[in-house]
């Protein structure tokens, strides 16, 4: 097994505070609403290891979380690219998303993001700020180093959904290719076929309603968009209600000189929201077991590994939300570290006492948990998918049910794995200000694959 990674020291995480936005340019936006530029590893950390967890929200998911031998979102240590002379040669989760220095092909600092997770897995990086284009055609940016040695290897995504649910993924309608948690109602944008010469093509634009996919596809050969690894391509996505258009630019060499960009692809469309979240994904299908036969030079690749930087979005800067976070479980299992926690059977009572620290509850008008859940549905273990529960309480109080809606039991049905991205309402009255704890059980689930949950965040609405 590879040698376990030396631990990178973290500040203790602070609660959120109010994001300040003044608006203005920047990312190369006129109506800036969000930009991170990725300057200096952020004092205020989390799940999302080196960014400013007051901005952003990590999910890592694996279609199959759970397991009868302790691996609940197992995921091992991952090699990095060259990035800062301080880190060690290996890392894990959380810290997999890291800044990097400038260098010879990137003359800024910058985040590069170490995907480990073998067999489907995927770091998300979710802007808690939600992204607003009613009435009018908003545009995201972003820079990525996009390059493709071959989809079984790994790739880049982008997803705009409605819920602030964790790491988004697509499913198809002929077949399934990561059997994970698929968005209830989004856009999704993979940036996953390789061309011919070292570049990237978009592969689709998936549209969800209530965990129902249509998949719209470039023409073929679609666009084919030079790339480069460890330099960075601009990419701008343009969306409305009624048309989604991604340009995108040939790679920098230098990071901050771009070439003209061009279109790879415009469709119309007809969404029924006007307000997402934005999140950034790294794959990583299975670069393991492909390596020896996909990879470039050959060398053992124990990660998929991208870098990143000065991604945005304009608009409006909406302000009436709060965020609090559940830290990862970081279990060490043999040479992995578990980032999701085992969910017992009611009849046991919860397993663990969940924090959420330093809660603000001024002004909120609703809650909301999201979380990451897995659940064993093969049919010969099981009884029926109606009838499973999950119970979660805060700070002591009475347990609240959530069971699966319509749409989610159609997922399940079709593609998930039993992997689902899960909003659970919050009552305000289980709330306390300041520091709150959560528990969770499941009744009716089997526990000889035990259900595992985790990326859970607390969303409010405020005034």
């Known amino acids: 097994p590879p040698p376990s990674p030396a631990p990178i020291p973290t500040p203790k995480l602070r609660p959120p505070p109010p994001l300040l936005q003044q608006g203005g340019p920047g990312c190369g936006l006129v109506a800036l609403a969000f930009c991170d530029t990725f300057n200096a590893p952020s004092v205020i950390r989390g799940r999302a290891g080196e960014l400013d967890a007051s901005r952003w929200s990590a999910g890592r998911l694996l279609p199959s979380l759970g397991s009868s031998s302790g691996e609940y979102t197992a995921i091992g240590p991952a090699t990095l690219r060259p990035c800062r002379s301080d880190l060690p040669s290996m890392v894990s989760p959380p810290n997999d998303a890291l800044i990097c220095n400038a260098n010879n092909a990137l003359s800024s600092p910058h985040l590069m993001v170490a995907v480990a997770a073998q067999n489907y897995g995927q770091n998300a990086y979710r802007i808690r700020q939600p992204f607003d284009f009613a009435g009018r055609t908003g545009k995201i940016v972003f820079d990525v180093?996009?390059?493709?040695?071959?989809?079984?290897?790994?790739?880049?995504?982008?997803?705009?959904?409605?819920?602030?649910?964790?790491?988004?993924?697509?499913?198809?309608?002929?077949?399934?290719?990561?059997?994970?948690?698929?968005?209830?109602?989004?856009?999704?944008?993979?940036?996953?076929?390789?061309?011919?010469?070292?570049?990237?093509?978009?592969?689709?634009?998936?549209?969800?309603?209530?965990?129902?996919?249509?998949?719209?596809?470039?023409?073929?050969?679609?666009?084919?968009?030079?790339?480069?690894?460890?330099?960075?391509?601009?990419?701008?996505?343009?969306?409305?209600?009624?048309?989604?258009?991604?340009?995108?630019?040939?790679?920098?060499?230098?990071?901050?000189?771009?070439?003209?960009?061009?279109?790879?692809?415009s469709t119309p469309v007809n969404l029924s929201f006007t307000r997402v979240y934005v999140s950034i994904s790294v794959h990583n299908h299975a670069t393991l077991k492909y390596y020896v036969t996909y990879s470039i030079d050959k060398v053992r690749m124990d990660a998929w590994v991208t870098r990143w930087d000065n991604v945005g979005f304009d608009g409006p800067v909406i302000r009436n939300w709060r965020e609090y976070e559940v830290p990862d479980a970081l279990a060490p299992v043999r040479d992995l570290v578990n980032v999701g926690y085992r969910v017992n059977d009611a009849a046991d009572g919860p397993g663990q006492t969940l924090h959420l620290r330093n809660v603000d509850k001024t002004n909120a008008v609703s809650a909301r948990l999201s979380v990451s859940m897995w659940y064993l549905i093969v049919p010969s273990f099981r009884g029926p998918l109606t009838e499973f529960v999950l119970r979660y309480r805060l700070n002591g109080n009475a347990w609240r049910e959530r069971m699966f809606s319509e749409g989610e039991l159609r997922a399940l049905d079709n593609h998930a794995n039993g992997q689902l991205s899960q909003m659970l309402d919050v009552a305000l009255t289980d709330l306390v200000q300041g520091d709150n704890t959560l528990e969770f059980v499941t009744f009716n689930v089997p526990q000889s694959y035990p259900p595992v949950i985790q990326n859970i965040d607390l969303v409010l609405q405020t005034q």
């Open 145 to 265: 180093d996009a390059t493709v040695e071959n989809p079984l290897l790994g790739w880049v995504s982008v997803a705009l959904v409605e819920d602030p649910t964790a790491a988004p993924t697509f499913v198809l309608a002929s077949g399934n290719d990561e059997s994970s948690a698929i968005p209830k109602t989004g856009v999704e944008l993979q940036f996953q076929f390789n061309c011919a010469v070292a570049g990237v093509a978009l592969r689709m634009v998936q549209l969800y309603s209530n965990y129902t996919p249509t998949t719209i596809t470039p023409p073929s050969p679609a666009p084919c968009i030079r790339t480069q690894h460890d330099h960075l391509n601009r990419f701008e996505v343009r969306v409305s209600q009624q048309n989604i258009e991604i340009w995108a630019t040939a790679p920098s060499t230098d990071g901050r000189n771009f070439p003209s960009a061009v279109l790879m692809f």
